[in-house]
């Protein structure tokens, strides 16, 4: 069975930082690009970043370039969502996802498999 399980999230100031994990069991993603995306009360779901496992490449929303980082250990088949700086605004439900498309990006109908999500709550 495939899964991705997100982890991480919790409650932070305003300037503090966070390390989000998605770590994914039943395949191994290695010619996959996994996503983060997330979603705010009352908002839609945007994606933030994306990596690809194929060559590293990464992509990133403007709203948090310079801010957050994503890595990815191959041996752990996990990715991580370093995020610095928050801002209240970046609270969020935040998940993870794999896509067949290898390229880094966030184009939702492209992702086939999706964590439950990790709450991540900045307060001011």
């Known amino acids: 069975e495939v899964q991705l399980v997100e982890s991480g999230g919790g409650l932070v100031q305003a300037g503090g930082s966070l390390r989000l994990s998605c770590a994914a069991s039943?395949?191994?993603?290695?010619?996959?690009?996994i996503g983060w995306f997330r979603q705010g009360p009352g908002k839609e779901r945007e994606g933030v970043s994306s990596?690809?496992?194929?060559?590293?490449?990464?992509y990133y929303a403007d709203s948090v370039k310079g801010r957050f980082t994503i890595s990815s250990d191959n041996a752990k088949n996990t990715v991580y969502l370093q995020m610095n700086s928050l801002k209240p605004e970046d609270t969020a439900v935040y998940y993870c996802a794999a896509s067949g498309s290898w390229y880094p990006h966030v184009k939702e109908l492209e992702y086939d498999y999706w964590g439950q999500g990790t709450q991540v709550t900045v307060s001011s």
């Open positions: 990596i690809s496992r194929r060559d590293g490449s990464t």
């Open positions: 039943g395949f191994t993603f290695d010619d996959y690009a």
